[in-house]
C-alpha cells in the first residue's frame, strides 16, 4: 500500500456526541488497522472533550478535530481532502448516513476513489481488503474489491457490531484549522424533529412490522405496545400503508426504508420480495401469520402459524414480565 | 431557467417491473415545479439500455421538454463512479444549467452515490435528500431530515440537488402529451460521443463474487409464545 498507513473513521455527530454508527465504524477500523498494526484515527467536527473522550474509549488512537460546522457536504469534503492529502490514510470509513453518503460521493467524484459502499465486513486479503456487502438482489452477499486509494467504504448504522468500549482508553488529541474558500452553503437551522425516534428505523435495533393481516389502524395500536415493551419502532408493508393504517415513515421496503435491525418480528405480512429486499439482511427474523404458505415462512428464521391478534399481546404479557417492564 | 434532471430506470425485480426510480419521479416533479414557476427548460437525462429509453418518454409525457440518453455496450455494469463520469460529460455536453436535480437514492443499489458524486465532477454545490425545496432570487433553500434533526439548508445557484422519495406527489401524464412523447425522436450518444477517456471509464470497484452467507437457519417453526420468548432469549436478541 506504499505510503498510505492507518485507517480513519469520519465521526459524524448529533448534539455534539459521536452518531452511533461512528462507534461501530470504529470496531471495523480497529480489526483493519490490528492486522497492519496501523493506527485509529478519528475525525470529528467537535472541540468538547467528551465526544473525544467516547472516540477514545471506542477504539480510536488519534482524535482530528475540525471546527465544528465545516462538516457537511462541501466544506466537509474540502476539509477531509485536505488532511487525507496531509496524513494519507489507507482507508477511509464514513458512516451511510444522509450526510455521510453525500461526503463519501463528494470525495469519491473529486479525487476518483472508488467507494465500497453499504458494507457488512471488510476483510484483509494479502495486501487488498475484501469488502462486504449485500447483493443488490438482497439474498446474497458480495465481495467487492476497489482498486483505488485511499480506500472509501461506508456502514449502514447497525450494520457493524457496536465494539466494546474501553472506560480509560486514551489517545492523542490533535487540533486541525483547515482554511476554507467562502462556501456558498450555509446551514439555515436546524431543529430537533418531533417523536423523531418513532420513525428512525434504519437505526433501529429492533422492529415490529406490520402487513394486510394487521387489517386497520386499530390493530396497529398492540404493534405499538409490543414495540414499546421491546424498545423499538413499529414498521409496516407498502399494503398496510397503501391502505391508510400507518404512515408512510413506516414503510420497509424496497420502495420504503432499508432495515438491518437485530431483530424483525413480521406480523400478518405475506413476505413479498419488494418487503424482503427491505429488511432480508436482518440478523434474526420471526414471523407471525395464519397463512402457513406467506412467503415469509421461507426467510424467517422463527415462524409461529397463528393469528397476530392472539399471538401479539401474548407476547407483549410475556416480554412485560421477563422484562420487568 | 435551465434545468437538467437526471434519471434513472431501476433493474427488474422479482415482481416489481423495471420503473422510473420512485425518487426520480419526485425529482422530475421538483423540478416541473420550477419550470411552472420561473418559466425555462426542463432536459432529462439517463446512461442506461435501449430500453431506458421508455423512461424518458414518461418523462417528456410529464412535461420535460427534452431527453438525452447515453447508452452504450461498454458501459453496461459501470459502478456508481463511472456513471457518474458521463452524466457529468453528457451534462457539460448539453451546456450549463442552473439547477441539476435527481433522485436522492435508487431503489435498487440505495447507495446515494451518484448524485454527490456528479455534483463534485461538474464542481456544483450539493443540498442533498431534500424534502421539500424552494427557489427565491437565485437561492435553493431545501428541508431535510437529518435524524434526530430537520435541517434547513442553502445555497446559490447554480447548484445540484437531490430529492428523497415520497417528497411530493408526482404528476402524471395527461394524453396529449403521451402521444407528443410517443413520437419524440430521443438522441442515443454512446460514450465516444462523450469525449472520455477510456481510464476514465474503468470501475474502479470489482465485484469478486457472490455467496449465501451462514446464517442462523431459516425456517424453524415454533407452536408456542413461551417458545418464542425463550428462543429469542437465547438469540441475545431482546434489548
Known sequence: ??????????????????????????????????????????????????????????????????????????????VIEGLMEKYKPAVVLIGSTPEGRTLAGLLSGKLGLGVAADVRNGLWNGEQILW????????????????????????????????????????????ETPALPELRTLLVEAMRTPRAED?????????????????????????YELAAVLGGVVGASRVAVDEGWISYDH?????????????????????????????????????????????????????????????VPELTKELKEILHK | MEILVLVKQTKEWEGLPAMLNP????????????????????????MG???????????LARGADSAVLVQDDALAGSDTLVTARVLAAAAKKLGAFDLVIAGAQSIDGATGQVGP??????????????????????????????????????????????????????RSAILKNKLAANRAQIP????????????????PSTVAGAWKPQKAAVGTKLTSVKELVKVLMEQKVLS
Open chain 1, 132 to 175: 462486504l456487502r449485500p447483493a443488490f438482489d438482497g439474498k446474497a452477499m458480495a465481495t467487492v474489491s476497489i482498486a483505488s486509494l485511499p480506500q472509501l467504504a461506508t456502514a449502514r448504522p447497525g450494520a457493524l457490531p457496536l465494539p466494546q468500549q474501553q472506560a480509560g482508553r486514551t489517545g492523542e488529541l490533535r487540533t
Open chain 1, 1 to 78: 500500500m506504499e505510503n498510505f498507513r492507518d485507517v480513519w473513521v469520519i465521526a459524524e455527530t448529533v448534539d455534539g456526541q459521536p452518531r452511533r454508527v461512528a462507534l461501530e465504524l470504529l470496531g471495523l477500523a480497529r480489526k483493519l488497522a490490528k492486522e497492519k498494526a496501523w493506527r485509529v484515527t478519528a475525525v470529528v467536527p467537535e472541540d468538547n472533550l467528551e465526544a473525544v473522550r467516547i472516540l477514545m474509549a471506542y477504539g480510536a488512537d488519534l482524535v482530528l478535530q475540525v471546527p465544528a460546522g465545516q462538516f457537511h457536504a462541501d466544506a466537509g469534503a474540502l
Open chain 1, 199 to 223: 420513525t428512525n428505523l434504519e437505526e433501529a435495533r429492533i422492529i415490529v412490522s406490520g402487513g394486510r393481516g394487521v387489517g386497520s389502524p386499530k390493530g396497529f395500536e398492540q404493534l
Open chain 2, 23 to 46: 425518487a426520480d419521479q419526485n425529482a422530475l416533479e421538483a423540478a416541473l415545479q420550477m419550470k411552472d414557476r420561473f418559466g425555462g427548460k426542463l432536459t432529462v437525462l439517463t
Open chain 2, 117 to 170: 458524486k456528479v455534483a463534485a465532477l461538474l464542481g456544483l454545490p450539493i443540498l442533498a435528500y431534500a424534502r421539500e425545496l424552494s427557489l427565491e432570487e437565485n437561492i435553493l433553500k431545501i428541508v431535510r431530515d437529518n435524524n434526530p434533526l430537520t435541517e434547513t439548508w442553502q445555497t446559490r445557484l447554480p447548484a445540484l440537488c437531490t430529492v428523497v422519495q415520497g417528497a411530493n406527489k408526482p
Open chain 1, 251 to 311: 414503510q420497509v421496503g424496497v420502495t420504503g426504508k432499508t432495515v438491518a435491525p437485530k431483530l424483525y418480528i413480521a406480523c400478518g405480512i405475506s413476505g413479498a420480495a419488494p418487503h424482503v429486499g427491505g429488511m432480508g439482511n436482518s440478523d434474526v427474523i420471526v414471523a407471525i401469520n395464519s397463512d402457513p404458505q406467506a412467503p415469509i415462512f421461507e426467510i424467517a428464521h422463527y415462524g409461529i402459524v397463528g393469528d397476530l391478534n392472539q399471538v
Open chain 2, 188 to 203: 442515443v450518444w454512446t460514450a465516444a460521443d462523450l469525449g472520455l477517456e477510456a481510464s476514465a471509464l474503468v470501475s
Open chain 2, 49 to 59: 439500455p435501449a430500453g431506458a429509453e421508455s423512461i424518458l418518454k414518461e418523462c
